[in-house]
């Protein structure tokens, strides 16, 4: 590019400048002059910057999971300590086989969120619970016994209105030895000697009434009746069975319900009457509807005086008894049992719908030994 540069005397010269001098200037980095405010305040805005952005965690997530956490723990304790408590208290208490799926799942996500506290305790309780429970679903090992043969059933006839003539034919197929029955009302008496009950099962001790507090046992073999619990709300049959070797005694167990608004007493207060095995006499077979499961207590001190649940014995302990017709609600659960003395090894248990009643019943075969 061209400039006029003056000359002394007035005169003007035209000069060419060399365009490189200011390209260079443009080239040369910038030198800005800094001082220790800008210093400081740069190295905040790089921290600011730079620094991971954690998410914060879900206050409404972990109240729930502790609220979750406080339930399952206490409703794990009251399994755990035999503690009866009130009817609610109970109820949950039939209910463990669920609470412990759900705390388990539960206490794993707790952890998957990292909710340390809430996860670890949870699944430590789970784990303690899954030892009590899915023990039910192993058979245990036979014991060697050589005598004989028994096949016992019960069923709950729901306040008589059960189909009669599908309880006798359950009875003929599957070469029933002694039924015991529960709610059994005179018109059910009635309609089972119709359905031809008599030429299967000739012998009985019926206490027949009307509703659901009826009870009974009848038998292929002579039956002679026995006391063998004190007096309760709801009958409660009980009879020597003589068998062609050792003899057996046999209740048909229905105590009331836990859950009724009178409260649990009565039920406990039941429960506590049934008959101990006695070692020195006829063997003992409790079958019936014993409105527990053999997480209640009540269960859990018969079976530790010397008798052991047939289901449970042959890997069919979590097999539900009521409703027959499971579903949602109300949760299905297993409140009918077949008890026998732990001299009595256990072969076969099955459990089936019987047509008109809210129970499935449970037919069981064992041995008498000699």
């Avoid at 043969?149 to 070469?175: F, K, Q, Y």
């Avoid at 031809?196 to 507090?213: C, H």
């Avoid at 026995?226 to 309760?232: D, I």
């Avoid at 069919?316 to 299905?332: C, D, N, Q, R, V």
Wanted: charged letters at 20%.
């Amino acid at each position: 590019m061209f400039s006029i540069t003056p000359l002394s005397g007035g005169e003007r010269k035209w000069v060419r400048h060399s365009g490189t001098q200011r390209d260079d200037a443009a080239d040369r980095p910038s030198i800005v002059a800094t001082t220790p405010e800008t210093d400081e305040h740069s190295a905040t805005l790089h921290d600011v910057v730079t620094t991971e952005v954690k998410p914060q965690k879900s206050g409404f997530a972990t109240f729930l999971l502790v609220v979750c956490a406080f339930l399952f723990v206490a409703a794990a304790m009251v399994r755990l300590l035999g503690i009866d408590g009130n009817r609610y208290m109970i109820a949950s208490t039939s209910l463990i086989p669920y609470i412990t799926v759900v705390g388990l799942l539960i206490g794993l996500l707790a952890l998957l969120r990292k909710r340390w506290v809430v996860g670890l305790t949870m699944t430590l309780v789970a784990v303690v619970l899954v030892g009590t429970v899915a023990q039910r679903a192993f058979p245990d090992s036979r014991p060697n016994g050589v005598g004989q043969p028994v096949r016992v059933m019960t069923s709950n006839l729901l306040v008589g209105i059960a189909d009669a003539e599908a309880v006798v034919r359950e009875v003929r197929n599957r070469d029933v030895d002694v039924l015991a029955l529960q709610e059994l009302t005179p018109d059910m008496v009635r309609d089972l000697e119709r359905a031809g009950l008599n030429q299967v099962l000739p012998n009985r001790v019926f206490l027949a009434e009307p509703g659901g507090s009826g009870s009974g046992i009848a038998s292929k073999f002579p039956l002679t009746q026995r006391n063998l619990t004190p007096p309760g709300t709801l009958q409660q049959a009980g009879a020597l069975v003589d068998l062609p070797g050792r003899d057996i005694e046999v209740v048909s167990v229905h105590p009331l319900p836990p859950v009724v608004t009178e409260g649990p007493e009565a039920w406990q207060r039941e429960l506590a009457g049934l008959p101990t095995p006695d070692s020195t006499g006829a063997i003992r077979i409790l079958a019936g509807d014993f409105n527990a499961t053999l997480d209640h207590v009540g269960l859990t001190r018969l079976l530790n005086k010397g008798y052991v649940d047939a289901a449970d014995q042959v890997g069919k302990g979590l097999i539900h008894t009521w409703p027959s017709k499971s579903g949602i609600w109300p949760p299905p659960v297993t409140i009918d049992h077949v008890l026998v003395d732990t001299r009595c090894p256990v072969d076969t248990v099955d459990v089936f719908d019987v047509l008109g009643s809210d129970h499935r019943a449970v037919v069981t075969q064992f041995v008498v030994p000699r």
